[in-house]
């Protein structure tokens, strides 16, 4: 475990992978294994043609609050241009998001937004005011993107999952789920074949599929929410036929 460190470069030596770290170090590993997110690295030193994630229109406002005695599971509003889901995590608290239209990307800042979000609030009824006025510190916002890398998702012996391989927007709930569900069928692949290359190839071949219903299904989802005129039972339809489509087993 090397902690505060990264990856300057992979050289593939034919029977495995040279890695030179930030501080100059290297090492050499049977398996390189990319899962550093949306942004990672791993895929821009593997797949250097395959740009960045793509904007979709809209951002993600989360924060967490003490939880109105109301808030037993999970309510959702709708508004104009937005949509807020809370969602009861623990008997003290509640997580709120709040999905909104931004045709731009907004320019990225830290700090704590609860003062904005408040704002963007303001329309809402129901218990969305006493959570917004008890915000907790740390509000933040997040440009909603995505990214589908093509099968296969290796190059050599250096192999990418999760958001690194695709990253979704949150509209099913479900690219962490995916992004575990690698983690898990790279490891079966792997102990199942003596050969490496094998074992890859059979793991984008079982995960390609699955992982691009989600983001795609996710991305028009999205484009449908920032449409006045779309058809909201497609919509439903849509969530339900994914939903449905994600029991099968992996
Ligand atoms: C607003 C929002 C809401 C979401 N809601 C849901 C949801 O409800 N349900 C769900 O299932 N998913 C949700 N997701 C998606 C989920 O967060 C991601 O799909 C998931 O975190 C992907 O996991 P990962 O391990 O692939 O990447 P990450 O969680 O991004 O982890 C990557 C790790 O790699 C590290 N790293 C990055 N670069 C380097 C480097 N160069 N060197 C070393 N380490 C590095 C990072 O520090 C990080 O720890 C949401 C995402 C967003 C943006």
Request: net charge negative; glycine share 10%.
């Amino acid at each position: 475990m090397r902690l505060d460190s990264t990856v300057d470069a992979l050289d593939e030596t034919g029977a495995d992978v040279d890695v030179t770290f930030r501080d100059g170090e290297h090492a050499r590993y049977d398996l390189v294994i990319g899962a550093d997110g949306v942004h990672s690295r791993v895929r821009h030193l593997t797949f250097p043609e395959i740009g960045e994630e793509e904007y979709v229109g809209q951002v993600c406002w989360r924060a967490v609050a003490p939880r109105p005695p109301e808030v037993t599971e999970y309510l959702m509003y709708h508004g104009a241009g937005s949509k807020v889901g809370l969602v009861a995590i623990s008997a003290e608290q509640v997580y709120l998001y709040m999905l909104q239209n931004v045709p731009e990307p907004p320019e990225r800042r830290g700090g704590d937004r609860r003062d904005e979000l408040r704002a963007a609030l303001a329309e809402y009824g129901g218990s969305v005011p006493q959570v917004a006025a008890t915000l907790e510190p740390g509000a933040e916002v997040r440009r909603l993107t995505s990214l589908l890398v093509p099968a296969p998702w290796h190059r050599g012996r250096a192999v990418l999952i999760g958001d690194a391989a695709h990253a979704t927007t949150p509209h099913i709930s479900y690219g962490l789920g995916i992004a575990v569900e690698d983690g898990l069928v790279l490891t079966e692949e792997l102990v199942a074949h003596g050969s490496t290359a094998a074992a890859l190839n059979a793991f984008s071949d079982r995960r390609f599929e699955r992982a691009r219903m989600v983001v795609e299904n996710s991305v028009q989802l999205s484009k449908w929410e920032q449409d006045p005129h779309a058809d909201m039972a497609a919509y439903g339809a849509l969530i339900g036929r994914t939903l449905g489509a994600l029991t099968a087993p992996i």
